[in-house]
């Protein structure tokens, strides 16, 4: 993917919360800024991929949250008056929203898993749109 796509690389990543849950960035930072204070960096498993509308909504493997530290950061950055809604933790391998290569990627990737745990040690505050992915703050969480 690239400048002939018409979008932008999005690296793969683990989202804990959407804009359509939040609403407020200055608060959601907030309560970023005290979270992390308090939370370790903790593992996630690797499973199996899906997508979405056949890829055009985006590819992604599904994640277990088996220390359940990805569901603690996302109720506590989630608390009223957010409104948390229900979306599993995941790899996003291809955004929907910057590529059009998701169906060729789930023809690729069709029936496939992946095995092994990586650590996140660290939440990104990133702007993603069609044009621009951009990392606007960072936040490192305490080690295991």
Request: glycine share 12%.
């Amino acid at each position: 993917m690239g400048p002939g796509d018409g979008g932008v690389l999005v690296p793969a990543h683990v989202t804990v919360t959407y804009p359509e849950e939040t609403g407020d960035d200055e608060m959601l930072l907030r309560r970023a800024s005290r979270c992390v204070a308090l939370t370790r960096a903790f593992r996630l498993r690797m499973g199996g991929v899906f997508a979405e509308d056949d890829g055009r909504g985006g590819v992604f493997f599904a994640v277990e949250d088996a220390e359940q530290g990805w569901a603690r950061l996302r109720r506590d950055l989630l608390a009223p008056p957010f409104r948390s809604l229900d979306f599993p933790p995941h790899v996003t391998v291809v955004h929907p929203g910057t590529s059009r290569h998701g169906p060729a990627c789930l023809a690729e990737l069709a029936g496939r898993r992946l095995h092994g745990e990586f650590e996140v040690s660290e939440l990104l505050f990133t702007e993603t749109t069609d044009t621009v992915f951009r990392v606007l703050r960072r936040f490192e969480l305490g080690s295991t």
